[in-house]
């Protein structure tokens, strides 16, 4: 197994996403951003520190994958899960992981994600 976790602060990103209009279609897939239409900005963030903590779990940070390697949805409990490229799936498998494993969760100030390769 191997973990990789990310915090970031809320007013952080959300002072980044504003300042930069094309930083959402950067971090996400056109396919995340339609069910992420109506959510809020800690969601958001949530989403990214999920990203950051995966790119962690590989061992990699962002050198031969980018942002959209990676792709955050949720089951209809509302538990978030993983969509890897193949890409980032090759890179799993390198580490002997088939699964990824991902919490998220925020307050109003900071979001925080916890990933594990399993």
């Given at each position: 197994?191997?973990?990789?976790?990310?915090?970031?602060?809320i007013?952080?990103?959300?002072?980044?996403?504003?300042?930069h209009?094309?930083?959402?279609?950067?971090?996400?897939?056109?396919?995340?951003?339609?069910?992420?239409?109506?959510?809020?900005?800690?969601?958001?963030?949530?989403?990214?520190?999920?990203?950051?903590?995966?790119?962690?779990?590989?061992?990699?940070?962002?050198?031969?994958?980018?942002?959209?390697?990676?792709?955050?949805?949720?089951?209809?409990?509302?538990?978030?899960?993983?969509?890897?490229?193949?890409?980032?799936?090759?890179?799993?498998?390198a580490?002997?992981?088939?699964?990824?494993?991902?919490?998220?969760?925020?307050?109003?100030?900071?979001?925080?994600?916890?990933?594990?390769?399993?």
């Amino acid at each position: 197994m191997y973990p990789g976790i990310d915090i970031i602060e809320i007013s952080r990103f959300e002072q980044a996403y504003r300042r930069h209009p094309r930083l959402a279609a950067r971090l996400f897939t056109e396919k995340e951003l339609a069910l992420l239409e109506n959510k809020n900005i800690a969601s958001l963030a949530a989403r990214f520190a999920g990203k950051e903590a995966v790119l962690k779990a590989l061992g990699i940070g962002l050198s031969g994958v980018s942002w959209h390697d990676i792709e955050i949805f949720q089951n209809t409990t509302g538990e978030p899960y993983v969509v890897l490229s193949d890409r980032a799936c090759i890179i799993a498998r390198a580490r002997g992981a088939g699964i990824v494993r991902l919490s998220l969760s925020h307050t109003k100030e900071m979001a925080i994600a916890s990933a594990i390769l399993v």
